[in-house]
């Protein structure tokens, strides 16, 4: 969102080049990420992207895709991602069933859970873009959505976004300190999520904040560095609790992984 923007005199000719370029990076990053995650789901026979955060990310794709993007680069990534989600949806659904042994009634209804799910999230992702446009919230200069003057789409992909990240991040350390081991992930699908998330949100953000100060004061309320500083605490936090899970889990001789026998210990 942004692309379609015409920045007042004041705000500095380095604002489109800049926010297109970490948009772009953003893009490829996350890109590599969902072909790593997908790849090492079928390799461990695990899945990396926790079922929720999967889901919604996929409800969110989907939306944006067909519905709520409107400059072609937008939806070409939206659609990219959906399409590259489906390996990784596959994976959560074949192997996702050792993975909830312990519950075996999530195990028994997996597909229908995310399912559910996806539906649940869409239906939220819809009614949250078509609110924030239909009532013209936050109304701004400068700012344009399919040639209407004033719809900011920017800001209210902001928060769409940002609480992708926040349940991408929480969810994915939760997950690997309840599984106690790291099947379906990799050092570098963390460290494309991380610099994903930290140019394509802080950065590119921020970035708009720092230059067009007015259009974009959000990025720094007190709920936006929220939701953007729990993200990135978590995934900082992750990293650390990662290298010490990849020390002590177990390789299968078909090349799952498993918690250590003694799995009882603490972090």
Request: net charge positive; proline share 4%.
């Amino acid at each position: 969102m942004g692309f379609s923007d015409v920045p007042p005199p004041h705000v500095s000719s380095w604002f489109q080049p800049v926010y297109n370029a970490t948009f772009g990076f953003a893009g490829l990053t996350w890109t590599l990420c969902y072909i790593l995650y997908a790849r090492e789901g079928l390799r461990t026979k695990s899945y990396g992207m926790p079922l929720f955060a999967l889901a919604n990310n996929f409800a969110w794709e989907m939306t944006y895709a067909l519905t709520v993007a409107d400059a072609p680069r937008e939806k070409t990534a939206m659609t990219i991602w959906m399409i590259i989600d489906i390996p990784i949806v596959y994976s959560a659904l074949r192997y996702g069933k050792s993975e909830w042994s312990h519950a075996p009634m999530v195990s028994r209804n997996l597909g229908k859970i995310f399912v559910s799910l996806v539906l649940l999230c869409a239906a939220a992702h819809w009614s949250f873009a078509s609110w924030w446009m239909g009532n013209g919230i936050a109304m701004k200069s400068g700012k344009f959505y399919r040639g209407v003057e004033g719809l900011d789409a920017t800001e209210m992909s902001f928060w769409a976004v940002s609480v992708c990240q926040v349940i991408v991040s929480t969810s994915s350390l939760a997950q690997l300190i309840t599984r106690q081991h790291t099947g379906g992930v990799n050092w570098s699908i963390w460290a494309l999520r991380f610099l994903g998330t930290l140019v394509g949100l802080n950065i590119n953000y921020g970035w708009a904040w720092y230059t067009w100060t007015e259009a974009h004061e959000y990025f720094m309320s007190a709920p936006g560095i929220f939701l953007w500083g729990l993200t990135t605490i978590c995934d900082i936090a992750y990293a650390v609790i990662f290298a010490k899970i990849r020390r002590q889990e177990r390789v299968l001789p078909d090349g799952r992984k498993a918690a250590p026998r003694s799995s009882g210990k603490e972090l």
